[in-house]
């Protein structure tokens, strides 16, 4: 809402010597917060006056254009003495050709700067001292006309210019909260700066409505969504009549183009007031007013020239023609008030907040009167405003106020009792009743005194105050939030983090200190996504959630996985020539296993425990993941060396320590026909006997699909079943020191036969003696065999006493036992 | 220089005599001398006080003198080998310690090479922030809350007193699952999981909830469609408004250091009286205010900078959650972490928290600073 201060302070006797930005302050710490201060006017500084044109010599130039010598009159002040060849004038050389001796103009002085810092002095041109300038309008930044020098109908010569098409005023730009819907007028902001100022505030609107009456053009209501419609009728308008200037500076100033006096006028008093008017051409009227819902089918052409099909929700002003236009959003071209137009309609009407609301927003037309009435427009006011903008027509245009049609209600004042104390509890600041009455009294409240409570009549401008706390808001914002004390309130139970929200973030920094970086993509996905990724039919990333009103239609649902997010931040890497890349995210996915509709409890109380457990089942799974993709190198070649390529093992790492950091021991299981993952690279995760996800290089088709660097690595996995599996609790047995031995082994097997099974199957074997195996050669050659691999194992064996190199023997004896057993392995020679 | 004799000869007693002791000292001192590093020390000390040396050998053949002459001879030599063991380990220390000034001098490595055992991983800005931020309620004794980012129309609309018109409730608005009728959205808010923590754990409440949340706004460079949120809920008997903003000071402490903020009046269907918290510009500190020849780009001139969103708690969202209202009160407040980020931190360009680029969380090297 952009407020004039000029206009403020012609509603309410604001201090002279408050400022604009002293205002503003006002505002914005009563909740209507002031988002810049603009200050209007002339972008002209220095001599610009009004001239009269003497005398004009017409003087061919060799160029085949034609120049005028001028005399000008601007006045005694700036004229150059008179002389035997001219009056007292000044001589200026122009241009332009529409304009004839005794013409007004507008001369800018030496020494004025127009706008693109365009400085004037006096020079030699065309063998005169030409000293001014004649202007057209654009050359003043008046307007964009160039067609020729502005001629004026009206001034004296040597009268200020700036003064005569400018009117200087600060505009304020007020973001208005949606409950203050009173402040969408002058009139209400200038009750509200006048309480600020403690000044008197007398309301122009405040009339009593009238009786119903019809002796105006007829109006019928023919629904419940329009409560009260009041239609002035204006006769003998002149319609050539033009907007008086203080009426075209406001609008201008509040962002509002001026048309014609009708159109203005309604626009003016909509501002002023905040009742949307709308005026008809009443010769163009067929039969009554009649205010209805749409019927099936029917169009209505607006007055921005566009044909609306009209919904059976929408509510009408409809004639015997049909619709006229659409309530209290816009109205219709074919009863628009034209050049022509001299008897006039003016309506004022009550509408239904959501009713306007949804038509505007189906047909996508937010008004200012939409605006207005889907915020709630004071519903006393349609009357008062009618008549005012009645008077303005008749003032500026000619004519006189006709009959008047007044249909519908005086709606009642709406009643609210408020507990002594009550204010000050919620608050937490003490403020006396006297404060109380008069902070409510001078918002308009009528204000009753009765035992230890207070009766609150409301008035009809302000919808928002219905219950108790509305009222306190009102007295506290008036009151001063910074006036209340501060208390630090500290809860009773310090439970903190619990474990499981700590684990999450143990887990989250330990990847991040391995070196991956953590982003946060947006959560959508499309069927593309499905499809690069290469997700069998029953897979049930591939039950998606819907949006209705996607972002983009190219990703219409929610992410059933990180992966697509995670390549797309790939991409955008690469796309910057950042190659290397080990990045993570952590987040919700959501996989639609088919749930039912979510219910809707009252809200007047809680809801029962069946209805909790229906909302909570209506909800799609929303597992938590977490997943990791690394290309380029992970360590870059560099002076210590060649650096270290990314690959499947640090993605591996990833998941390790991933579940490291909260107690759990990975198992890692070959798999060779899991998407979106290489055949041949891909290890599902287990805790336990828990899958928690897969880890390995990705299918170089995916990898293709979504444009990745060749041998791409990721790994997602279930972060939720991750936390399940935590154990909560763990053991430190005693440390043997006797003296360790070591034994060497190496192992041939099939080249199918997994390392860490083998691995398994020593420590199976090798029982509790067998402090470690560590993996520390595999080996494939002509001496081994075709198909087979040669694992060599380095095994520490420890007991609580030194082991005799038989005892050690015998535990090397049964793991190799265990290994040869399960996977037929041979002790290589 | 001679050498050690070869055999043991008593008729070369001549040895013993003071000249030839004499000269195997001269020996021993110069072959010493001349060493120039601990490896020809090593050799000198062979040749001239071992088994084998000259002097070594003159000692054994003091057992062959009279015994009158013993005492004379034998008190001569055990001077020479003591001068020239002295001799010894002072040349030994010098030149230990010359080495080792050698060695330390070629063991230099330049240690502002780039070491890279490891990329550089770092937490995303909002998680760092989210976690600060915790960690100030958490010392308060606030528990932290989560519920699901799909929610129902009840608890992210109904149960927060929206109007059933309430534009947020648009398609505009709001990113609705479909089919709409199912009354399912992503919430536009993490109020709902406050809903959700007054029903599962009653009251006295104290708790925060962090997470993503859902618009279904322009993805822009001051606009995202999918932020992040930190709310707080406290219900408790005499929770009042100055609760509020000793809170909300104690916040801003923590984050900002010794800031002054603002509260003013503002509009939230779920708060009655609602307000928002301003910091005061932390650039110009207000100085820009109607100031044209200093304009501050931080706080646009205005000398604050919005923060955050707050209010006590209406009555109407503790009724639907069952605690009575005559009984308890609350408060409530909400801030956008991507948003403070921006206010502490800079980031122009609000689209460079999720578009993945990995210098921006490398920025803060992970933390919230």
């Excluded at chain 1, 969504?225 to 239609?231: L, N």
């Excluded at chain 1, 290397?580 to 809801?607: H, I, N």
């Excluded at chain 1, 520490?796 to 005892?807: C, N, V, Y």
């Amino acid at each position: 809402m952009k407020a004039p201060i000029s206009w403020l302070r012609e509603l309410a006797n604001i201090p002279a010597e408050a400022t604009a930005e002293s205002i503003a302050d006002k505002f914005t710490r009563l909740g209507l917060t002031v988002e810049h201060i603009e200050h209007v006017g002339s972008p002209v500084t220095g001599p610009l006056v009004v001239g009269r044109v003497l005398s004009r010599t017409d003087e061919p130039q060799k160029n085949g254009k034609t120049v005028h010598y001028c005399r000008v009159d601007v006045g005694d002040e700036h004229n150059d003495p008179a002389t035997d060849e001219y009056p007292a004038s000044r001589g200026i050389v122009c241009g332009a050709h529409n304009f004839e001796p005794g013409d007004l103009v507008v001369v800018a002085l030496p020494g004025c700067v127009l706008p693109g810092d365009f400085a004037i002095s006096a020079r030699k041109t065309y063998g005169h001292l030409s000293d001014g300038m004649i202007c057209a309008e654009d050359e003043i930044g008046l307007g964009d006309d160039h067609a020729g020098i502005m001629v004026l109908d009206h001034g004296t010569p040597g009268q200020d210019a700036i003064e005569l098409l400018w009117t200087r005023d600060e505009v304020l730009d007020i973001d208005v909260t949606p409950d203050l819907s009173h402040c969408l007028s002058i009139r209400g902001l200038a009750r509200e700066a006048a309480a600020a100022h403690d000044v008197s505030y007398q309301d122009r609107y405040q009339l009593p409505l009238p009786q119903p009456q019809s002796e105006g053009h007829p109006v019928e209501l023919a629904s419940e969504r329009c409560a009260a419609f009041a239609a002035v009728t204006v006769e003998g308008v002149d319609p050539t009549a033009p907007s008086p200037k203080f009426i075209v500076d406001r609008l201008r100033a509040c962002g509002v183009r001026s048309i014609s006096l009708a159109v203005d006028v309604t626009n003016y008093v909509m501002l002023e007031s905040g009742q949307p008017l709308h005026a008809y051409d009443a010769d163009k009227l067929q039969g009554p007013i009649r205010v209805r819902m749409a019927e099936p089918g029917e169009r209505l052409v607006t007055l921005d020239g566009q044909t609306r099909a009209l919904d059976a929700d929408d509510l009408l002003i409809t004639d015997d023609t049909g619709p006229i236009g659409m309530a209290g959003v816009m109205g219709g071209e074919t009863t628009e008030v034209s050049g022509t137009t001299q008897r006039i309609v003016l309506e004022a009407a009550a509408f239904d907040a959501a009713s306007v609301s949804r038509t505007a927003r189906r047909h996508g037309l937010l008004s200012e009167a939409s605006k207005r009435f889907e915020r709630k427009v004071d519903p006393a006011l349609g009357h008062a405003a009618a008549l005012r903008a009645a008077k303005l027509i008749t003032q500026y245009g000619g004519g006189l106020i006709g009959p008047e049609t007044f249909v519908g209600a005086a709606p009642a004042r709406r009643i609210i009792k408020l507990r002594a104390g009550l204010v000050s509890q919620v608050l937490g600041t003490e403020i006396s009743d006297s404060d109380v009455v008069r902070i409510l009294a001078s918002a308009g409240l009528g204000v009753t005194a009765l035992g230890d409570s207070l009766t609150l009549e409301v008035p009809t401008w302000r919808p928002d105050l219905v219950d108790p706390y509305d009222v306190v808001e009102e007295v506290g914002s008036k009151f001063g939030y910074d006036r209340i004390g501060k208390t630090l309130p500290v809860a009773p139970t310090g439970g903190g983090r619990t474990a499981r929200q700590a684990a999450r973030l143990d887990v989250l920094r330990a990847v991040a200190q391995l070196g991956f970086t953590q982003t946060l993509t947006l959560p959508f996905m499309g069927d593309d996504d499905l499809a690069r990724l290469r997700l069998g039919e029953d897979d049930d990333r591939r039950l998606p959630v819907r949006l209705a009103s996607p972002l983009s239609d190219a990703q219409p649902y929610l992410r059933t996985s990180l992966l697509p997010g995670l390549f797309r931040a790939v991409s955008t890497n690469l796309s910057r020539s950042i190659t290397d890349l080990a990045l993570f995210e952590e987040g919700a996915c959501f996989v639609d296993q088919g749930v039912p509709a979510a219910p809707r409890p009252s809200v007047a109380q809680r809801p029962s425990d069946e209805e909790i457990a229906a909302l909570d089942a209506s909800l799609p799974l929303q597992p938590k993941r977490l997943a990791a993709v690394v290309t380029g190198q992970w360590i870059p070649a560099g002076v210590h060396g060649a650096g270290e390529r990314a690959d499947w093992r640090h993605v591996v790492a990833f998941a390790e320590a991933a579940a490291k950091s909260v107690g759990v021991r990975l198992r890692r299981v070959q798999v060779d026909d899991v998407q979106p993952w290489h055949p041949g690279r891909t290890a599902e995760l287990f805790a336990g006997d828990v899958s928690l996800g897969y880890a390995g290089e990705l299918h170089p088709l995916v990898v293709e699909a979504f444009g990745l660097p060749p041998h791409t690595c990721a790994v997602e996995l279930t972060l939720d079943a991750l936390l399940d599996a935590a154990p909560g609790s763990g053991r430190i047995g005693p440390l043997r020191t006797a003296p360790v031995a070591k034994e060497d082994v190496a192992l041939i097997v099939e080249e199918s036969v997994a390392a860490a099974d083998v691995e398994q199957a020593l420590r199976d074997g090798g029982g509790e003696l067998l402090e470690s195996v560590h993996l520390f050669d595999v080996f494939t050659g002509e001496q081994i065999g075709a198909g087979r691999k040669s694992l060599a194992f380095a095994l520490r064996i420890r007991s609580d006493a030194t082991l005799t190199d038989a005892d050690a023997a015998v535990v090397r004896q049964n793991a190799v036992a265990a290994a040869a057993e399960r996977f037929g392995a041979v002790q290589r020679a | 220089m001679s050498g050690p004799n070869d055999n043991y000869d008593p008729k070369q007693v001549s040895a013993l005599s003071e000249e030839a002791v004499d000269g195997f000292v001269a020996d021993a001192l110069a072959a010493i001398e001349a060493a120039t590093d601990t490896g020809a020390l090593k050799q000198a000390r062979g040749a001239h006080m071992g088994d084998k040396s000259p002097l070594a050998l003159a000692n054994r053949e003091i057992g062959a003198l009279p015994p009158a002459a013993r005492k004379e001879v034998g008190r001569r030599i055990g001077e020479a080998r003591g001068r020239v063991a002295q001799a010894a380990a002072a040349r030994q220390e010098e030149l230990a310690a010359a080495e080792l000034e050698a060695s330390l001098v070629a063991e230099r490595v330049d240690m502002t090479l780039p070491v890279e055992l490891a990329p550089e991983g770092a937490l995303h800005p909002v998680t760092a922030m989210i976690e600060k931020m915790t960690d100030v309620f958490v010392g308060l004794g606030y528990e932290v809350a989560e519920g699901p980012e799909l929610e129902t129309e009840w608890h992210n609309f109904d149960a927060l007193n929206l109007p059933e018109d309430h534009p947020a409730r648009g398609l505009q608005d709001t990113l609705w699952v479909e089919p709409m009728t199912d009354h399912k959205l992503l919430r536009t808010q993490t109020s709902p999981v406050q809903i959700r923590a007054l029903l599962e754990r009653g009251v006295p409440l104290y708790v925060i909830s962090p997470g993503k949340v859902f618009r279904s706004d322009e993805y822009d460079a001051t606009h995202l469609p999918v932020f992040h949120q930190l709310e707080g809920l406290v219900v408790d008997k005499g929770i009042s408004m100055a609760d509020l903003r000793g809170t909300l000071d104690h916040l801003a402490k923590a984050l900002f250091g010794d800031v002054e903020t603002r509260m003013r009046p503002h509009f939230f269907p779920f708060t009655e009286p609602s307000a928002e918290v301003d910091l005061q510009c932390f650039v110009c500190h207000g100085a820009s205010v109607g100031n044209p020849d200093r304009p501050c780009r931080t706080c646009r001139s205005e000398g604050w900078i919005e923060w955050l969103g707050c209010g006590v708690v209406n009555p109407r969202v503790l009724q639907a959650c069952g605690v009575d209202s005559d009984v308890y009160s609350g408060f409530a407040f909400g801030l956008g972490i991507e948003r403070t980020i921006m206010n502490r931190n800079g980031a122009p360009d609000i689209r460079d928290f999720v578009e993945g680029d990995i210098r921006f969380s490398r920025s803060l090297l992970g933390g919230a600073r």
